[in-house]
């Protein structure tokens, strides 16, 4: 993919796969909302998430995206560093929420997650290689 074609691809909605690292080095992966912004991808969880034990521990990680079955494939690959922000979690869960779910389903997520507004962060992850792929 170009980098336009890479660009307009990350800022469609998407589940995304995040990879960390445990302790030990052993990767895990998570399937998890995210957002594009053309220079770093972001995405909301709870300060208290495994996740975020993970990033503490090592910033290391890989963020995948990719057409679903039954799509030409196209994949993008995000290797690089990640960074807990402690503000701004429930700014982006309020812009994420209207994009992955129905409007009734976000009012519904969001009237229950405001009442927990300090417990969410932000994981930003700064590219080091972006890999992506799209047949000719």
């Given amino acids: 993919m170009t980098p336009a074609q890479r660009d307009a691809f990350l800022r469609e909605t998407r589940i995304a796969t995040l990879v960390t690292l445990h302790r030990g080095g052993a ?26 034990a993970r990033v503490r521990a090592d910033g290391r990680v890989c963020l995948t995206v990719a057409e ?27 812009r994420l929420a209207s994009r992955y779910y129905t409007p009734d389903g976000a009012v519904a997520a969001l009237a229950s997650w405001e009442r927990m507004a300090d417990e969410w962060v932000v994981v930003r992850i700064t590219p080091t290689r972006i890999a992506s792929a799209r047949p000719a």
Avoid: N
């Fill in 27 to 52: 990767p895990t992966a998570v399937p998890v909302w995210f957002e594009w912004d053309g220079a770093a991808a972001r995405l909301f969880t709870s300060r208290s998430s495994a996740k975020v």
């Fill in 68 to 94: 679903p079955v039954g799509v030409a494939e196209a994949w993008v690959t995000i290797e690089g560093t990640a960074t807990v922000e402690d503000e701004g979690g429930m700014d982006l869960a309020r």
